[in-house]
């Protein structure tokens, strides 16, 4: 008899008949005598449509409130999965966030869980119930709902899984795993059987949606190993571990890319020091989260510098541009909507020179132009035009080896449901 903790994504309760699926699912673990706890998102799209509820009444929504709204859709999810197990005849009951004992700060929007209570999920699972908690959700100490972040989700399974002791955290989604690249970007992508903490902390930072990047940091933390597996096969899917290195390891685990983020260039700076600190300090006291840097100097004397941000942030990050434009007698304010950044990923990268060099060359090959460059011990990123995404996850995925000879096939999504996917992030 095992303890599992199994959370079911936005796709795969979807509709009402998806969410009679998770029952059975769930209901098939307890007959094999198994405790189950199980973690769910809002369903379908539901996030996403009180975001632009919420801007259709206020531009800039206090994070309090908007916390407390978006809170709601989990609780939609929760409670009827719990009443469709209970309609099969077992036992459940369904928990918030603060019932199941999630305390977090008060960084509204992507609080951090501080620590966990679980009595009431231990008191539930005694009396025999599958025990369903919201996902994405917690309270502060003053009693105020929180949100961990989008795909926080995974973060509550994690967390619960690490608190409970369980013996297995199931992550299930609309795919059977982690694969080498996005699988509806590069089709050719291969399915892994194992990821180390380290990769997939990359990857998903790096924009594969596939985990939320904090779950996997957790993970890692407190070494809970996540089985990341379809919620609509019974396939065995990819389990995120610690991992040895070993002599044969690949040196490239997977490709990321992420279309989420805007470029801005500042050009005319004068070339002394205290511009780059002023120009960041002012973006940072506007919130705007800075990815990558790129500063050069001119003949002229003068610096341009080139930063990327999350598109989500654009009025604040146009706003503090502005002032320190004003401010430092810049000459030009670029900015650039259409940028994807490109990552590939490998812990053996580490110990195999000649990454960079093939890669570059693998776009030169394909007329992709890169915008910007940084890299990591682990990791290398490009950022490149909008439009080139795919085609440069593509040949770098084929350049480097990383090629299946099988293609992705798509289970039980609808139409709909894969443009949404695909359009994430843009
Ligand atoms: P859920 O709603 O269940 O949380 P997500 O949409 O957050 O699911 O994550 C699943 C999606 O992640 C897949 O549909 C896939 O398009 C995307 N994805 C991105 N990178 C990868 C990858 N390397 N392997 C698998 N899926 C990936
Ligand atoms: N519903 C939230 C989101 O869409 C959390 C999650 O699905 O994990 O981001
Ligand atoms: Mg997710």
Redesign the pocket.
């Known amino acids: 008899m095992a303890l599992i903790v199994a959370?079911f994504?936005?796709t795969s309760v979807a509709s009402p008949e998806r969410i009679q699926k998770v029952a059975q699912r769930l209901i098939a673990k307890k007959q094999e005598g198994h405790d189950v706890v199980a973690v769910v998102?809002?369903m379908g799209?539901?996030?996403?449509e009180l975001v632009a509820l919420a801007a259709s009444v206020n531009t800039s929504p206090a994070k309090r409130e908007m916390d407390m709204l978006?809170s709601t859709?989990?609780q939609v999810s929760m409670a009827l999965l719990a009443m469709a197990i209970q309609a099969r005849g077992y036992q459940a009951v369904s928990y918030t966030g603060w019932q199941a004992g999630i305390a977090t700060d008060d960084n509204y929007s992507s609080a951090k869980i501080d620590n966990i209570d679980t009595h009431r999920i231990r008191e539930g699972l005694e009396t025999g119930a599958i025990v369903v908690v919201a996902?994405?959700q917690g309270i502060t100490t003053e009693g105020d709902i929180t949100?961990?972040?989008?795909?926080?989700?995974?973060?509550?399974a994690v967390a619960l899984a690490c608190g409970i002791s369980a013996d297995v955290c199931e992550i299930y989604s609309d795919v059977d795993g982690i694969y080498s690249a996005d699988p509806r970007v590069a089709p050719r992508a291969r399915k892994l059987d194992v990821v180390s903490y380290d990769d997939m902390l990359e990857l998903s930072s790096e924009g594969a949606g596939v985990l939320?990047a904090r779950a996997v940091e957790f993970a890692r933390k407190y070494k809970v190993v996540i089985h990341s597996r379809s919620a609509f096969s019974d396939a065995e899917g990819t389990l995120i571990k610690e991992v040895a290195p070993s002599m044969e390891q690949a040196v490239i685990s997977g490709i990321a890319h992420d279309t989420s983020e805007m470029k801005i260039t500042m050009r005319g700076l004068h070339d002394e020091p205290g511009i780059a600190a002023k120009v960041f300090s002012i973006l940072a006291s506007n919130n705007v989260s800075v990815d990558m840097i790129i500063q050069n100097v001119s003949t002229d004397g003068k610096a341009n510098i080139s930063f990327t941000f999350p598109g989500s942030q654009k009025e604040n990050a146009m706003e503090a541009v502005n002032r320190a434009a004003e401010m430092l007698d810049a000459s030009q304010i670029l900015i650039d909507e259409n940028i994807a950044k490109v990552s590939l990923v490998g812990t053996g990268m580490k110990s195999s020179p000649g990454v960079a060099a093939r890669a570059f060359k693998t776009l030169a090959e394909n007329e992709i132009n890169i915008l910007m460059i940084s890299t990591s011990p682990i990791r290398i990123s490009v950022v490149v035009d909008g439009s080139q995404v795919e085609a440069a996850v593509r040949c770098l995925h084929t350049a480097f080896g990383l090629d299946s000879d099988t293609i992705f096939e798509e289970t039980q999504l609808s139409a709909e449901e894969i443009a949404a996917k695909m359009n994430k992030g843009r």
Not at 147 to 156: E, F, K, N, P, V
């Open positions: 959370k994504g936005g998102s809002a799209k539901t996030t996403d978006l859709g989990e996902g994405f949100t961990l972040g989008r795909g926080g989700s995974d973060t509550t939320q």
